[in-house]
């Protein structure tokens, strides 16, 4: 299967520091990536859509300033954490499709652990 | 507004034992169904899905799921569990009714612990 690469897998920073978490497809042109967000044993939150050269579809209730999102390519997709705080700390999962047809299969990356402290 | 919910936070079974981890799914019209795995600190990984055709979907890693209208369910199956199946379980949907809705929605996971 394609291959979503995401890094670091681990990173920790302190409080008021931003953090960019980068989101590869690997095998394959990435039409859509998301952003999900995992708080401990529970499930996945979608934060954000986006598609590449275009802005990013954030959900309700997800800071799009704090939060920025940027799909410069049809291989990258970029999370940057602005002004991290401890309650951001958390697991963050991006997912990517190869096509734009909803059945299309998402390929997740590995996730990142952010710590904030 | 599709919703899925997964019935059991917590499965353990022995090892050889059926597994059987449960699935609903709430919406408008079929969507299509998904289930994840995710062992710990890692992203998830497919084990199969619905979207046409055969409602007896057979996944990876000997796992399989039916797809039931009648009862809007999406339950998986193993019939012999494995130490290596213990992980996290994720069912999700994705809704075929509005075409690039390309979202999924994910149940709140169900843990399988494996009893050797």
């Known amino acids: 299967g394609a291959v979503v690469s995401q890094h670091p897998s681990r990173v920790i920073c302190k409080s008021g520091t931003s953090v960019k978490i980068e989101c590869r497809s690997l095998d394959f042109q990435a039409t859509t990536m998301f952003w999900y967000r995992q708080f401990p044993k529970q499930s996945l939150m979608l934060m954000a859509t986006?598609?590449?050269?275009?802005?990013?579809?954030?959900e309700q209730g997800v800071e799009k300033d704090k939060f920025l999102i940027n799909h410069a390519s049809l291989t990258l997709s970029t999370l940057t954490v602005t002004s991290a705080h401890p309650e951001d700390s958390s697991f963050y999962i991006c997912?990517?499709?190869?096509?734009?047809?909803?059945?299309?299969?998402?390929?997740f990356g590995q996730g990142t652990r952010l710590t904030v402290v | 507004a599709q919703s899925v919910t997964q019935l059991g936070s917590h499965v353990s079974v022995s090892e050889g034992a059926l597994v059987l981890l449960r699935c609903n799914y709430s919406?408008?019209?079929?969507?299509?169904l998904f289930w994840y795995v995710q062992y710990p600190n890692q992203g998830l990984q497919l084990l199969l899905k619905y979207t046409t055709g055969a409602t007896l979907v057979k996944g990876i890693n000997g796992f399989e799921a039916e797809f039931k209208k009648s009862e809007t369910s999406f339950h998986l199956t193993k019939p012999s569990a494995h130490m290596s199946d213990a992980a996290e379980y994720f069912c999700a949907v994705s809704d075929r009714s509005n075409f690039g809705n390309e979202k999924l929605t994910f149940g709140t996971g169900t843990r399988l612990t494996i009893i050797p």
């Open positions: 919406s408008s019209v079929p969507p299509y």
């Open positions: 986006s598609n590449e050269g275009s802005k990013a579809t954030y």
């Open positions: 997912s990517a499709k190869q096509g734009a047809a909803f059945y299309t299969e998402a390929f």
